[in-house]
């Protein structure tokens, strides 16, 4: 399994973005997905997750609220709309996947990741 993530940039404080994960090889409609990050100096942290339709996606407490994941399985594609974003949302974001339908907030459980996208946030 491949996964390629994109949509990071540069934005303003408050201002948004949109980052997709298109996953390609042997995936699994049942798949759970996750984004995570890892900003300057700091260790890799969970932001969000969803299992298999129908259940109820994990946030971060960081996130929740302002942070929404979703995605089309039938075309292997995760997203995470980011809205008011934050400096402290400054981060690589990396998608991850594994090959079960339950979601996780543990890195371990997720044997699959994208290379990761820059999200930087100006105040």
């Known amino acids: 399994v491949q996964l390629q993530a994109s949509g990071g940039g540069l934005v303003q404080a408050g201002g948004s973005l949109r980052l997709s994960c298109v996953a390609s090889?042997?995936?699994?409609?049942?798949?759970?997905v996750a984004w995570f990050r890892q900003a300057p100096g700091k260790e890799r942290e969970f932001v969000a997750a969803?299992?298999?339709?129908?259940?109820?996606?994990l946030y971060a407490d960081s996130v929740k609220g302002r942070f929404t994941i979703s995605g089309d399985a039938a075309k292997n594609t995760l997203n995470l709309q980011m809205d008011g974003l934050k400096p402290e949302d400054t981060a690589i974001y990396y998608c991850?996947?594994?090959?079960?339908?339950?979601?996780?907030?543990?890195?371990?459980?997720?044997?699959?990741w994208g290379q990761g996208t820059q999200v930087t946030v100006s105040s």
């Open positions: 090889g042997r995936t699994h409609l049942s798949d759970a």
């Open positions: 991850a996947r594994r090959r079960t339908s339950v979601a996780t907030r543990t890195q371990a459980d997720y044997p699959y």
């Open positions: 969803r299992g298999w339709r129908g259940v109820t996606p």
